[in-house]
């Protein structure tokens, strides 16, 4: 359980170079780590804001946002590697700018002690490369 005298924490995953939407529906599924890790202590927090973006490293390629789906997943027993959906992010679209990126957030209770997230896509571009960044802010 959570205690009010606990600070809030940022984290920022590890940002990958590349992902390869190798599916044939341009899905992928990837795991976030921080220093290489990707067990996090959850306990002292009571919920999570999660922020994901995805974009093409190449300028001259955008994200169809009407098909490309993305969601954050969990695994929550450190012993069992088993990814369950928590939520689907919805992408937030800037005016004049939709399709350079998708940019979502979600805001998730913590539900267990330690966790394990990944981001999953499907809906880009089939072999696309992309590329992600995400970050948590924990809230006690």
């Known amino acids: ?13 590890a940002s990958t170079p590349e992902i390869f939407a190798t599916g044939t529906n341009g899905s992928f599924l990837f795991p976030l780590q921080v220093d290489g890790r990707g067990i996090l202590d959850t306990r002292p ?20 946002l009407d098909r490309s789906y993305v969601e954050l997943r969990a695994c929550l027993d450190p012993d069992d590697e088993h990814w369950i959906k ?12 939709g399709g350079e990126s998708f940019d979502g957030w979600v805001v998730l209770p913590v539900m267990a ?6 981001v999953y ?8 490369r992309l590329q992600l960044r995400a970050s948590v802010y924990w809230v006690a």
């Open 1 to 13: 359980m959570s205690s009010s005298n606990t600070p809030p924490r940022q984290v920022r995953f």
């Open 86 to 97: 928590l939520a689907e992010i919805e992408p937030v679209v800037p005016p004049y700018s």
């Open 45 to 64: 927090y009571d919920e999570g804001r999660f922020v994901v973006s995805l974009w093409h490293p190449s300028a001259q390629r955008a994200i169809d």
């Open 113 to 118: 002690e330690t966790s394990s997230f990944a």
């Open 121 to 128: 896509g499907s809906g880009f571009e089939p072999r696309a």
